[in-house]
């Protein structure tokens, strides 16, 4: 058996059978944890998402590479100190497409209960803006702790 078949098999199956969903009334932005590392290739978080909401990956439009893509959404996935250039994505998407447009950042944190403080608050000063631009937020944690380069 191809063993880069059975890897995307294997994620394909673990990430759909771990992945915590949820919006709340503790904070503004909804989240999604998943049974990933925290130091996790991008590429991964994108495959995660996209398999748990059902959605496809990398579509090549005018505006640029849309990360996921929905019946009626588009995501941009990024690492949460990129937020403002994957907010321009997510909008310049959403404008092609004219589907809603929906950024999602990957947190360093193993769940909101274990982010810091002004992080929190980071994330909800991005929300409020992205509440502005009508872009829904989703927030991307890890389950596990960061693994060393090459196991990733």
């Not at 929190?120 to 009508?134: G, K, L, M, S």
Request: charged content about 25%; aromatic content about 10%; some cysteine.
């Amino acid at each position: 058996m191809n063993v880069k078949f059975l890897f995307v098999v294997t994620l394909i199956f673990t990430c759909s059978v771990f992945a915590e969903s949820t919006t709340n009334s503790v904070y503004k932005w909804e989240y999604k944890i998943f049974d990933l590392a925290s130091g996790s290739r991008e590429k991964l978080w994108q495959e995660a998402l996209a398999t748990n909401i059902g959605g496809t990956c990398e579509r090549t439009i005018e505006a640029g590479r849309i990360d996921i893509e929905t019946d009626t959404e588009v995501y941009e996935v990024d690492r949460q100190d990129k937020w403002k250039e994957g907010m321009g994505q997510a909008l310049a998407y959403a404008t092609e497409t004219k589907k809603k447009a929906v950024l999602a950042l990957i947190s360093s944190a193993q769940g909101p209960q274990n982010m810091q403080k002004r992080s929190r608050e980071r994330f909800d000063w991005v929300y409020d803006i992205c509440a502005t631009n009508n872009v829904r937020l989703l927030i991307l944690f890890p389950s596990r702790p960061e693994v060393p380069h090459g196991n990733q």
